[in-house]
């Protein structure tokens, strides 16, 4: 019983600093606005895909300005992470499936 507790310290004792050197990257709130759009039509879902997309790199810039000129891979990886959660949180089918579609289109 005193193994798995060590054992968990150690694991713990790894993963802390790397989630306290997240952690010093404040990330915004960024609220996006939809009540404007029809999401029944095409044009609608597009226009806050759009609204969505602006937002997660707004949300994410914080992670391009630590990484410089490179091609920040964090930065990337928030923006589609952000993307994803606030279709699911928005909860529109029709959003879903054009999500769907697009993160089709980048798959390679």
Request: glycine letters at 4%.
């Amino acid at each position: 019983m005193f193994t798995h507790k060590y054992c968990l310290l150690a694991v713990l004792a790894c993963i802390l600093p790397i989630t306290a050197l997240h952690a010093t990257t404040e990330l915004p709130i960024v609220r996006v606005t939809f009540g404007d759009l029809n999401l029944t039509t095409p044009a609608g879902v597009s226009a806050l895909y759009k609204r969505v997309q602006h937002g997660a790199a707004t949300y994410c810039e914080p992670f391009r300005e630590v990484t410089g000129t490179r091609l920040p891979m964090e930065f990337d990886s928030c923006v589609t992470d952000a993307v994803a959660t606030t279709v699911k949180k928005i909860d529109n089918t029709n959003l879903s499936a054009f999500h769907a579609s697009e993160a089709g289109k980048h798959v390679s």
